[in-house]
């Protein structure tokens, strides 16, 4: 069992910059692999990027690729998304998910754990 709870977001100006924060419960963290979503009001939950348990692969949404780093810190359960050049666009709220393979990384449906999500605000 996995617990997962997001943080960093907030309200930025358009070419900020945040930092998201997932931090996991649990001494099995370093075995999963952990993957950001966004969601806006009323749309789907989109894949934003995802990170392999050792931290050896990454994968990212074409949509933040050059803006968005996904990271992670197993000796602190923690995975982090830094968000650079933000766009209003991306604003939603931020959502962490843990699995445990690497089969469909992209696909949130086959992700076991979520966290409650932080939302990200960019102003114009």
Known sequence: QVQLVESGGGLVQAGGSLRLSCAASGRTFSRY???WFRQAPGKERDFVS?????GAFVYTADTVKGRFT???DNAKNTVYLQMNTLKPEDADVYYCAAKDDLVGVRVLDTYN???QGT????SS
């Open 33 to 35: 692999t952990v993957g």
């Open 70 to 72: 996904i990271s992670r």
């Open 50 to 54: 995802a990170i392999s348990a050792s």
């Open 119 to 122: 939302q990200v605000t960019v």
């Open 113 to 115: 754990y979520w966290g």
